[in-house]
Nanobody
Framework: QLQLVESGGGLVQAGGSLRLSCAAS????????IAWFRQGPGKEREGVSCVSGSGGYMYYKKSVKGRFTIFRDNDENTVYLQMNSLKPEDTAVYYC???????????????????WGQGTQVTVSS
């Protein structure tokens, strides 16, 4: 049974850092694109970053480029999102999602992802 479990969220001051984890079971990261999405208060869910199964393709939303880094540990079957220089506008529930056809490419399109975690709250205070 495929399961994604996020952790690492919390409350941080602006300028601070957090590292989110997405632990996957029931799939292997080599075969799946993994993405991080977020949904802020009153906002639609948006793609933040993704990495393809091959590891050769990555995407970052423009507003996080240079501040966030997606990487994975295949031995731990875990994908991470390192978030630095956090801003209040980064406040959201962060979700990881898996696209089991995303080997060579990954997408920021929510409709490409069949499997979702439960989310972890990130709050950035000003």
């Amino acid at each position: 049974q495929l399961q994604l479990v996020e952790s690492g969220g919390g409350l941080v001051q602006a300028g601070g850092s957090l590292r989110l984890s997405c632990a996957a079971s029931g799939l292997t990261l080599d075969d799946s694109g993994i993405a991080w999405f977020r949904q802020g208060p009153g906002k639609e869910r948006e793609g933040v970053s993704c990495v393809s199964g091959s590891g050769g393709y990555m995407y970052y939303k423009k507003s996080v480029k240079g501040r966030f880094t997606i990487f994975r540990d295949n031995d731990e079957n875990t994908v991470y999102l390192q978030m630095n220089s956090l801003k209040p506008e980064d406040t959201a529930v962060y979700y990881c999602a898996a696209d089991r056809s995303g080997i060579a490419h990954c997408s920021s399109n929510i409709n490409e992802y069949e499997n979702w975690g439960q989310g972890t709250q990130v709050t950035v205070s000003s």
